[in-house]
């Protein structure tokens, strides 16, 4: 059975940092799409990141890019996004996704779902 099981986030205030991880069991992440999508509340779910198979192309949001990055540990089969500069606006749930595609695809495409960490960012 596959299980994506995060951990990280919290509370943290604007400018801080935090790191959200995603551990994949039952199966190797090696050659699936990684991504990471957030949820505020009130609002759809949007894409933050996506990292391909192979590592071959990452994109980001305009709105995280230079602040969020995106990483992997296939020894650990983990997926990490580490969040720095962070800003009121980036309050969400992030949850982190894999694609068998492997090509980073639209949000509804993706094939499984972590559970979701709350991420708030507030003085």
């Known amino acids: 059975q596959f299980d994506l099981v995060e951990s990280g986030g919290g509370l943290v205030q604007p400018g801080g940092s935090l790191r959200l991880s995603c551990a994949a069991s039952g199966f190797r992440f090696d050659n699936y799409a990684k991504g990471w999508f957030r949820q505020a509340p009130g609002k759809g779910r949007e894409g933050v990141a996506c990292?391909?198979?192979?590592?071959?192309?990452?994109v980001y949001a305009d709105s995280v890019a230079g602040r969020f990055t995106i990483s992997r540990d296939y020894g650990q089969n983990t997926v990490y996004l580490q969040m720095n500069s962070l800003e009121p606006e980036d309050t969400a749930v992030y949850y982190c996704?894999?694609?068998?595609?492997?090509?980073?695809?639209?949000?509804?495409?993706?094939?499984?779902w972590g559970q979701g960490r709350q991420v708030t960012v507030s003085s």
């Open positions: 996704a894999i694609d068998a595609s492997g090509n980073c695809p639209a949000r509804d495409e993706y094939d499984y």
């Open positions: 990292l391909s198979s192979g590592d071959s192309r990452v």
